[in-house]
C-alpha cells in the first residue's frame, strides 16, 4: 500500500521543529522511526499533509548516565538502548524489554521517543516506564513542561501530549534492585499478549520495596499497586506470588482479540507475572 501525498520537512532544530507543528496544526504530524506512523499511513488509516522528521536534530538522540540518574533522548532507537553498557549497569531491565520488541530491522529505526508518545497499548516501554517511574519531558510553543509516565497514558492512543508538543526526552532515578521484563508474544515480531515489568528491592530474606507494571492488557499500561503492595514486606513466597498475581488480575481489563479471550489473558497475564517476579527477586 501507498501513504497519502505529503510535504516532507526535516528541521534541524527543535526550535523549528516546534514552529513547523505549530504551523500544521492538525495537518502536521510528527514522525520518528516510522515503525508504527508508516504502517499506519501505508493502511491509510492515517493521512497528514505534513510529516515533520525529527531525524536531523542531534541534540533529541544519546543516554547520560548521571550518577543515579538516567536521561535517554527521545529520538535514541531500541538498538541504542540494548547497546548502551552504561545504561545496562543503571537499568539493565531497559535493555531485557527492548530486546523483546519485534526484530532487530524495527529495532534500528523504532525509538524510545516514539514508542512512548505512540499511546499504543501494545508498546512495550510505557509499561516499563511505569515500573520505573519515569518523568516525560515535553517542548512546545508555551516552552518545557515534564509529566509523569504515570500520569501520562488517558486512554489507547490518548495522551497527556498535547498535539503542539514535542517528547523531547525521558528520565528517572536508576533503580535498586532486582529486575525483569519478561513477554509472552504469539511469534518472534509479535506485540504482548501479555508482558510484566517488575523491580524488586530485598532487605536480607525480605522484599521491602516493589514496583510492578503490566503491558497490553488494558486500554493504557497497568501500575500495580496492589500486586507490589502484595509483595512487600514479605519473603516473596508462594503465598505472598500468588496473592501479586491475584491483585494484578483484578487490575487488568484485556479485552478479546485475536491474542485469545479474556480469560486466558489473564492467566498467561498471571505466569507472566510470576516468572518476572521470581527473575527479579534472583537479581535482586
Ligand atoms: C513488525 C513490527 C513489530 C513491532 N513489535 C513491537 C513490539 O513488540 N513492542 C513494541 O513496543 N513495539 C513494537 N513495534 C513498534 C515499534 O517499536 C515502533 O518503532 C514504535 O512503536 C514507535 O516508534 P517510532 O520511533 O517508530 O515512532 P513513529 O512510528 O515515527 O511514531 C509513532 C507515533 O509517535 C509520535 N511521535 C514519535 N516521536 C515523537 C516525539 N518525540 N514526540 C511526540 N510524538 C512523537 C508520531 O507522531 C506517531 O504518532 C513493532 C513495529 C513493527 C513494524
Known amino acids: 500500500m501507498i501513504p497519502g501525498a505529503f510535504d516532507y520537512h526535516r528541521p534541524q532544530s527543535l526550535d523549528e521543529a516546534v514552529a513547523l507543528l505549530a504551523e500544521h496544526g492538525d495537518e502536521g504530524r510528527l514522525l520518528a522511526g516510522g515503525h508504527s506512523l508508516i504502517p499506519m499511513m501505508k493502511l491509510r488509516m492515517a493521512e497528514f499533509a505534513h510529516i515533520v522528521d525529527l531525524a536531523g536534530i542531534a541534540d533529541l538522540k544519546g543516554i547520560h548516565v548521571d550518577g543515579g540518574t538516567v536521561r535517554i533522548g527521545a529520538m535514541t532507537t531500541q538498538h541504542d538502548l540494548i547497546a548502551s553498557d552504561a545504561l545496562a549497569a543503571a537499568a539493565p531491565i531497559i535493555r531485557d524489554a527492548a530486546k523483546q520488541i519485534a526484530d532487530p530491522q524495527v529495532r534500528y529505526m523504532g525509538t524510545l521517543g516514539g514508542n512512548v508518545a505512540n499511546g499504543d497499548p501494545g508498546n512495550d516501554m510505557p509499561g516499563l516506564m511505569q515500573c520505573l517511574d519515569a518523568t516525560f519531558h515535553l517542548t512546545g510553543p508555551s516552552g518545557e513542561r515534564s509529566v509523569a509516565a504515570r500520569e501520562f497514558y488517558e486512554a489507547a492512543y490518548m495522551t497527556a501530549r498535547e498535539d503542539d508538543e514535542i517528547l523531547t526526552a525521558v528520565s528517572f532515578a536508576a533503580p535498586k534492585g532486582g529486575q525483569a521484563y519478561v513477554k509472552q508474544k504469539r511469534k518472534i515480531g509479535d ?72 480469560e486466558f489473558k489473564k492467566h498467561v497475564a498471571g505466569v507472566i507475572l510470576a516468572r518476572a517476579i521470581a527473575r527479579a527477586w534472583d537479581s535482586a
Do not use: F, H, W
Open 191 to 262: 506485540y504482548a499478549t501479555a508482558a510484566a515489568a517488575v523491580i524488586l528491592v530485598r532487605d536480607g530474606g525480605s522484599c521491602a520495596a516493589a514496583s510492578i507494571a503490566m503491558t497490553n492488557l488494558a486500554d493504557t499500561p497497568v501500575l500495580c499497586e496492589a500486586a507490589a503492595n502484595a509483595l512487600t514486606g514479605t519473603a516473596v513466597d508462594e503465598a505472598a506470588v500468588k496473592a501479586a498475581v491475584a491483585a494484578m488480575q483484578e487490575a487488568i481489563d484485556p479485552v478479546e482479540d485475536n491474542r485469545g479471550p479474556v
